[in-house]
């Protein structure tokens, strides 16, 4: 990482990662830019080398609007890690301050490649990033290992608990 790197978190509130700027919409002590993303994030284009956002695009309303946000902050080859509840998750239902949900496939929609190949709709979305990295947390340990993960995690409920998508910003300035 970059010496002048300018890490964010997203939504940390209470919980601070060391070396991260903490934005949340909550004034406390551990947050260093109190800002409601919904309506812009305040720092300068192609600034920003790495975001963590840990259970918060699940409250946002407007995920394309965030992930433009995002784009227009992150630098070329900048990092998204973003943890979620999955779908098929109790987890995911049962905060009625949820407002979006997502698959394995949602971050999809952000990767100009898809869109190119006709296999998604073409939004017009001007922005690209690439999906690096899936990670599947199960609710009980041992579970990766079982025989069929894959037909369990698609046709039954609470087989995983949350998904961890890493995504590369693709852009030229």
């Known amino acids: 990482m970059e010496k002048d790197a300018v890490r964010i978190q997203l939504?940390?509130?209470?919980?601070?990662?060391?070396?991260?700027?903490?934005?949340?919409?909550?004034?406390?002590?551990?947050?260093?830019?109190?800002?409601?993303?919904?309506?812009?994030?305040?720092?300068p284009d192609?600034?920003?080398?790495?975001?963590?956002?840990d259970y918060l695009f699940e409250h946002i309303p407007d995920t394309v609007a965030l992930m433009k946000e995002l784009y227009?902050?992150?630098?070329?080859?900048?990092?998204?890690?973003?943890?979620?509840?999955?779908?098929?998750?109790?987890a995911a239902f049962k905060d009625p301050t949820h407002v979006s949900f997502f698959t394995e496939r949602t971050f999809e929609y952000f990767d100009a490649r898809y869109a190119e190949q006709g296999t998604l709709p073409e939004y017009q979305l001007n922005m690209d990033f690439r999906v690096t990295t899936l990670t599947y947390n199960y609710y009980t340990r041992g579970t990766k290992y079982l025989p069929f993960v894959g037909l369990l995690r698609r046709f039954c409920w609470d087989i995983v608990k949350s998904?961890?998508?890493?995504?590369?910003?693709?852009?030229?300035l």
């Open 163 to 172: 998904l961890v998508v890493e995504l590369r910003v693709v852009k030229n």
């Open 72 to 90: 227009r902050i992150c630098k070329p080859d900048a990092v998204l890690r973003i943890k979620v509840p999955y779908f098929k998750s109790t």
């Open 11 to 43: 939504g940390g509130g209470e919980i601070r990662k060391e070396g991260y700027l903490n934005i949340d919409i909550l004034n406390l002590p551990t947050v260093d830019i109190v800002a409601d993303i919904t309506k812009g994030i305040p720092l």
């Open 46 to 53: 192609n600034s920003v080398s790495e975001v963590r956002a």
